[in-house]
Structures are given as structure tokens and as C-alpha cells.
């Protein structure tokens, strides 16, 4: 009686089914990311990428990471945007609830020049229904009166009757103008009186629509040009018009009142509906005729569908914003589709065609892949945290862990006993894995693991008892009935009651080791938590981690399907593991919210026949077809800055050395990753690439020389796409360039030049000064000399006179004058021949001769070597030392006196000697000190000084006066020796 109660309620609680069918993921986009408003009218993708959208509050345009808004601010006066179109120049064109148009164009919002030809008729139409622009003309759909089309000049005119109702731009290459009017001449209005008409800036046609095909409704005109036919919308009908007979093939009623019709890139037909009815997709005309739609977004009013060239599907409302969906394959279950919690905990396969389900919440559902609209609900758990499900088929019994370990029998929850613990419903666990033979249960926990008997239900072993209590995540029994243990430490082999590592020196065996799988072909597959997934047979490992393509080194769980596919979850996101044999390697394939995921976290994984089914904490998730992989799209440049300043490097790719920091910005339109985009760049060909998710790069202070910024982003697959190459130059500095050295250097060869001509100029005039003041010196001092010899000579003739020696004077004063006439000759010259200057002191000694009465004689030699004639010396030199040695030396001695005078040359010295045989220098120095003599000679001190002057500093002029002794002391006489440097004398 029991087990028929317990069958009863399990068929009670199966009669519990879906409320509604399940849907793809979408991600929200309303006012809190960004969007001006959560009322939106229409989505178009431009040339470019960009994702634009008209709401009540004016445009957005959407580039994957932030909304940029434009509204009244920006120009656009009329907030309220219906219809939005791109024309061939690239300009967006903003159809607006006023009427007027606005375009935008270089980031700027500019009105159309001609809004007052349709403000004139602003009186006469309900509303805008659409906007077209070719060749710079425009087409304007007003309601009630046709469309108007009015030209780059101006001018305008109505193509059609002024009567036509609507106006909608086709989505197709030819871009038809679609609408109805009314039939002409009709005075009144019945089903019978309208007619089609389509137009295009190539044709017209009409066709008449049978009188029961219009149920006057309302609703809206809406049209779609298929290959062979034209699919329209209007007052409650859908018709399907044939192409070449332009006759009505297909018609149905809708009870809805559709506010789009559109066509997707692939032939999809899209259907939006108001007052919260949601859209329906159908994949071809077929699926459409027959009325079998996807249906999505219930509780939304539905504006505009779009799918983007990625494959992506947008949804435009009035209600909340935008929904996007990346792929429409994928089906989440969640708490629309009947779960009561959709954060899943873990799945365990049943057999081919159905599988369990447990939730957060403690919910446990069992899912029929056959007829998927039947999602049972079981009895739950009083106990919501489920870690673990596993299947026992020998004892149909699903086994679920957590806090404590029950299995389902007879449509109830049983705790496993342990006869160890005073609560015999104490037993906890991880994860749970049956056994080879399905007679157990191994069940992993923080203080280590277990064995239950699964027919019994009772504990067998704890490995506590032998002191194993390592907290332990895993247990597998591999082909070869070997237990392998995953704990935090790494992989051991459990053998006779104990824990024995691998034996193989190897790092990933010793972290951490979350699942434990193996192939057909006996590989153990590790997943460990930080290295990846580690492929082990024998000697052979192999490792797969996020260099290999996983999104995640840290690894959740796996499952192997029939195929020996990989199943790897993680926190980022699913990875599917498969051999090429082709290649020779492994492959990895990513699932994550980029490809239709609602979470990339991932709980649990498993296959089903050939679906495959994953837990998240956003729903179950049964994975379908991924788009075909695309490349990711070549990066935008937004701006580059250099020195803070933006450039155009369309304009401008050479620079100076001072503008050298540079900032470039950019982006990429892929909105699967959600503004989550990998880059890398680089500089130069052979730099390294360097990886960033930021979308802007800064070089400062960059080097003089060729660069070439390249930049890649990698798509959801991990696929890096075509690059943005942006080549630019540095210029050196000036000084960096060889002319301006060479230049330099003879700036600073002139310069020196220049310097030293100057400093030689100077010294020159330095020398010419200086010699000048020698000369001025000398002359004073031979002034000085010339007073002191005419005195002598004037008290000589005085002499001769008061003597009365008449003929004497006479004689004695012609040899004066001629001595006085050539002495004041030479007082203007500082330099004579020696030749003239012995001829001098011939004469004057011959004066001093007369006038002492030949009381001494003289000598005058010139050695052979000088030319008397050419040697040229300063005058007078000799003449104080000669007068000295005649006054102070030879006119006191008794006997006759004889004075020496020789020249000879010394290498370019002249050496002068005047030797006296009278008393010596000395002693007539000491006699003059007692004698006190009344005249003070200066000669020869005035001799001395001129000598220095004339002196050379490298070669200086000398004077030698020594007493000239005989063997006995006794004073000989004395000698004056002069030397002279000729080179010196020859610079005067």
C-alpha cells in the first residue's frame, strides 16, 4: 500500500509541466546601462557596426561597451525618434514624431535643411511612417497622404496618390517603398475598395486585395520582400502576394496587433507584437506559413527585431530598453520555464533520454530530452544545499549529496545510516561516484571519504578510521579497478587502506586535484585546481591549460561523452577537449556568455544522447549549435593624441622629436563579449605583443624613428582578428642629423679661426704697444745718457779753453760736434749697424783720449765671423761701462792705461766685452764711498736698464762685471761682458 502511494504521488508530481517553453539568454539593456530611455522604437546597424537606436528621448548609439546619447543638447530637436535609415554617404537619418528630419553626420546632429516643405502639411497627416534616402532624395511616408519626396534642391512632388495610408522601407537590397491606398474615384469605403500599391525609383505596380482578406482591425502596414514574394502586414491580415502575378497566395488573421515585420540576413522572418504579446521568430517561410514560431520575450511590447552581421538578435520596447541575444540555439530553463530556483546545483545522467536536475533550493526535477516540455518536478529536500547527484541504474536510486547523503526511493527522500554517530544521519559529502559494478557509493568530504553499500544504503568504511582525514574532492575507479584519490595535496592511489602517491616525480600531481575522469583508451584525466587539465597514460602526460585555449586553469568538473569528448566546466566559462586527428593534437572549443551562456560559472555538465545539458547558477542550459566562427572584427580607432593633442594620422604621420607621447583609443564592435575584449599590440614587427583589455594604449616619450602600431582583438573564441596597423615617424632632432654637425664644426673652425686672427691681431698690437713703450723707455734713457756725456765733453773743452790750448779746443770741439750730431741721430733709432757703432766709440774715445792727454789707449775687435754692416744693435750699449773704465779706472793710475773692447758671436747671442788694465771696479767703489764724489754716475745703472728691456724671457740679455787678479790677488783691472740676443734685437 505504501510503494502505491508513493507511484501515485510520483505520477501526481509528473503531471507538472513547463509554464513556459524555454528561452535563449538575453542580456537587458535599459536606462541603468546607459540607454536615454526604456522606450525604444527602432535598432539599425550602420556600415561601420555601431548599433543605433531611436527611443522617446532621443538617439543612442551603442559600440559594446557605453551608450553615447544624442539629444536636444546635440541638436536634435524633436526628441521623439520613430524611424532611423543610413543613406550611401554614411549619414543616419532620424525620422522624428513631429515630422521633421535630422541626420547625423561627423558626430554632429544636423537638421534637414528642408523640414518647413513638410511642416506645410503638417495639418494634413496623422504621422510619419517611414524614411528612405537614395542619391540624396528623400522619401517620406505620411500618413494619409502617401509619400513625398522631396529632392537636393528643394523641389518635391507625390509620387503617389496623395491617398496611400503607409509608407515602409523594405529591408532588401532593392529598398522597395511599400504601401496601400485607398481605390480611386471611390466616393465610399468598403473591404472591395482597396488596392496595393508598391514603389520604388524603379517601378509601380498595383494589386487588388480580395474584399475577405481585410478585417478592418486596425493595426499597423508593415511589408517584407522575399525571393518570389511579398510577405505584408496590415489590418489584422497577414498576406503573402506572389511576385509575378502580384496575386494573394497565402492569407491569415492575427488576433495581435503586430508592430514589426522584418526579415533577418538569413531568410529569418521576424514578428513583434504591442500590448506585451513578445515577438516570434520563424526560421524560413515555411515554419512562418505554418505557423511554428519561436516564441521569445513574453511580457514585452515588442518595436523592432534586427539581427547584426555576428549573428546577434536585437530587441527593441516599449517597456525595458533593449534585450540582445547572442545565440538563439542555446535554451535556458530557469524560473520562466517552471523551475523554482534556476541556480543549478547538479545534473546525473538516467539513461539516453532523461537525466535529473537539482537546484539551489532543493528542488529536484527529472528532464525527458524526448518531449523537454515535460520537466518533472520531484519531491524536494527539506535541506536545500545539494552539492552532488549521481544515478545508481542497478537499484534505480538517485543518490544526492550535501549536508547529509539521501536517496530517492518510492517517491522518498532516505538518509544513508552510519551506526558510527549518535545522529545516524550524519553522513555529509561532496561528491559522489558509484562504483564499476554498481553495488557502491564513494562519497568524498572535509575529513575524507567513504563507502556505501547501494542496495543497503549503510556505510562500509570511512577512511577517518585508518587516520586518512586529508579533506578529499574526488574518488574514480578506473578501468583497471585502481581507486584514485583527488585531495587538496594532489593524486594518490588508494591501495589496502592506504594513500600511495603516483611514484612520478611530476608538479601538477601534488596540487590540488578537483575530478578524476578517464577515456576508453585508459588516459586518466586530472582537473586540477590552478593547472589546467592533465591527460595521464603511463609515461606519457599530457597538459592543457589557458595557453592551450581553457578558459580557466582552474577546473569545476568533467565529463567524458560517447565521443571521448572532454566536458570541462570552470568559473569561466565550458570547455569542450577533443582529439584532431588530423593535426595530432587536442583541440579546445569555448562556451561561455559570449556564445549564449547565461553564467560562466559553470556547477555541473553532461551528455544526453547527443545534447548537451549544463548547470548554472542562471538556469539549465541545453547547448545547440554555435553561429560559425567568425573572425574577430578589425579594431575602430576612435582618436590619437600626441602631446595631448588630437591628431589625424590620415593627415599627419610625421612628427617632431618633441612630439613624442602618444595615446591612441580604440575599440571593437563585437557585442557577444559585453566590453570584455582581449588586445594585444605592439610597436614594432619584432617587439613582443603586449596584452591589455583596456581601449587605449599610451607611448610616452617615444624614441626618433619608424613605427607601426598594430593592434588585434581576440573574438569568443580566442581567435585574434585583423589587425589595426597605424604607421607614423618621429623625426630626429637637429642635432641628431649630420649636416647640422658638420655645420657646427665649421662654425667652431671659423670661430676659431676668427679667434685666434683676433687674439694674434691682439697680441700684435699688444707687441706694437708694449715695443712702442721700449722704445719711448729707451729713448728716455739714451736722453738721460746723451745730458751726462755732453756735460763731460763741455768741461773738456772748458778745460782746453782755461788752458789756452786753442788749436785743441778747436780740434777737440769739431770731434764733439760730430759725436753730439750722430748721438742725436741715434737718439731717434732704436737700432744701428755695429759698424756705426763702433765708429761712435771711436769717436768718443778718441774725445776721452784728448781730453785725459793720452793717458790711456784702446783696442776695438770684431770677430771675423759677424758682418759689422748687417748686425744690428741698440746704440750705445758699450758707452757708460767704456766712460766708467776711463774716469774710474785708468785716469787715477800712473802709468797708461788700455781699454779692450771685442765683439764676437755666441749661436744668435752677441757678446760684448770691455776690458781695462786700471784699478778694478771694486776698489774704485770703495774709494769713491771714502772720497764722497760730488757727480753720481748713472750710466752704467741706465745701461742696465735698457739691457733689460731689450731682454728675451726664453733668452735673456746678461751682464758680467768681474776684477780681473793675477796670480798674487793683486787687481789687474776689469771686465764687463755684455750678451745680447740678436733675434730679440732684430723684433725692435
Known sequence: MKKLWGILLFGFVAIISLAQSPQPF???????HG????EVYEIIQDSKGFIWFGTDNGVSRFNGYEFENFGFEDGLLNNVVFYLKEDEAGRIWMGTMSGNLYYHEKDSIFPFPFNDVIEQFREQFHSTNGILVKKDTVYLGLSGMGVIAIYPDGTYNFPLNKQAECLQTVKSNTDLLLCYQKAVNKTSVTPNDWAWNFYSDEFQFETKIPSFSLAFSGGNFFGVELANHYLLNTKGQFLLIQKNNKSVQWQSAISNNVSELSMGPDGEIFVGYTEKKGAEIYPDLTAFTERRPLVLLAGNSITDIMKDRAGGYWFSTLEQGVFYCSNFSYRVYNEQSGLTNANIRALAVKDSESFYVAADDGSVYKMNTKNQSALIH???????????????PHFDRLWIGGIRIRYLEDGHWKYVLDRNVFDKRAAASKRLVLSRDGNSIWGCYAQGFMKIDARSSEIQYRSSEDDLKQRTLTFYEDNDHHNWIGNVSGIYEFKNNQLTSPGVDYALFSIRVEDINQMQDSTLVLGTKGGGIVLWKNESRIVINEEGGLTSNMIECLFIDQKQNIWVGTLNGLNKISYDPLMGNFKVENFTMAHGLPSNEINDVCVVGEDVWVATPRGLVQLGKSPSQQNEPQPLLKAVWVNNHSVNLDQQHVFNYYENNFQF???????????????RYRLEESEKWNYTTNTSVNFPRLSPGEYAFEIQAQNEDGRWGIPLLLEFRILSPYW????????????LLFLMVWLYRKRILQLKHEAAIEREMNLLKQSALQAQMNPHFVFNCLNAIQEFIASDEKTKAAHYLSRFAQ???????LSMEPLISLEEEVGILENYLELEKIRFKNRFDYHIKIAAEIQAFETMIPPLLLQPYIENAIIHGLVEKEKVGLIDIDYSQEGNCLLMEVRDNGLGIFHSQRNKQNTAPLHKSVGMSISRKRLTLLSNKNHPGSIHIKELKDQDGKVMGTLVRLRLDLNQIMDL
Do not use: Q
Open 665 to 679: 583609443h580604440f575599440l571593437t564592435l563585437n557585442y557577444k563579449l559585453a566590453g570584455r575584449i582581449n588586445y
Open 35 to 38: 540607454l536615454p530611455s526604456p
Open 26 to 32: 538575453f542580456r537587458n539593456f535599459t536606462t541603468d
Open 819 to 825: 759725436l753730439v750730431r750722430a748721438t742725436l741721430h
Open 736 to 747: 641628431y642629423n649630420w649636416i647640422f654637425w658638420l655645420g657646427l664644426v665649421l662654425i
Open 378 to 392: 520531484l519531491p524536494g529536500i527539506d535541506e536545500p544545499e545539494i552539492n552532488e547527484m549521481v544515478y545508481s
